[in-house]
């Protein structure tokens, strides 16, 4: 294990507020600051100040007090360390999961998969541009262009809409570019055709 765990527990509370930020070891680590400051303070700089027996009580509570949560944050370390088992593993179904998931599964160029995932979250929740956004961009992707239009198009009913304007004019652009690229073979291939009939037709 790691060195800084392991100072973590020379001040008690600390352990717990800095791994779980439990309400309760903040006050501890609080509590023991005040009276390790105030203990400090009325022996060395204002003697007396809270009285004579303040210090005599104050000193020996400290020295039982800090020794014995240094032992003890020492056998919680591992646990106040650990995860809860509801944390590691993230239900599946949760919506930021599946959006994770689906951009994970587009990454890897899976688009079979990255569509189901983003098919379920827009199925939940029609007015999630976000998903819609990047169905649009997987459609692109895998040159269902039309799709892409179309889904676009459903974007831009939504009012949520207006904060994702650049981005779904960006995505609109792309498509638009890559369908005129796309038949430009097509009428040339067209041209060059009606230029041989008329050739044929001149001979």
């Known amino acids: 294990m790691v060195r800084g765990p392991f100072l973590l527990c020379i001040w008690p509370g600390l352990p717990g507020l800095w791994f779980k930020g439990n309400a309760s070891s903040l006050l501890v680590a609080i509590g023991f600051s005040i009276l390790l400051n105030l203990a400090l303070i009325t022996s060395f700089i204002w003697p007396n100040s809270l009285g004579e027996t ?4 104050a000193w020996p509570v400290i020295l039982l007090i800090w020794p014995t949560s240094v032992w003890l944050a020492f056998q919680r370390l591992p646990d106040v360390m650990s995860v809860p088992s509801s944390e590691k ?84 652009a792309l498509v638009e570019s890559i369908a005129e690229h796309e038949s430009e073979p097509a009428n040339l291939d067209h041209a060059s055709q009606q230029q041989v009939d008329e050739q044929t037709v001149n001979d």
């Open 89 to 172: 593993v993230a239900d599946p179904d949760r919506p930021d999961t599946l959006f994770i998931q689906a951009q994970q599964e587009y990454l890897g160029g899976h688009w079979d998969e990255a569509q189901r995932s983003l098919v379920r979250l827009i199925e939940r929740n029609p007015r999630d541009i976000e998903s819609r956004l990047m169905m649009a961009t997987l459609f692109r992707h895998t040159r269902r262009l039309s799709d892409a239009i179309i889904q676009l198009d459903e974007i831009q009913l939504y009012d949520e809409s207006l904060e994702w304007d650049f981005e779904i004019k960006r995505e609109r």
């Open 54 to 57: 303040f210090p005599l009580v």
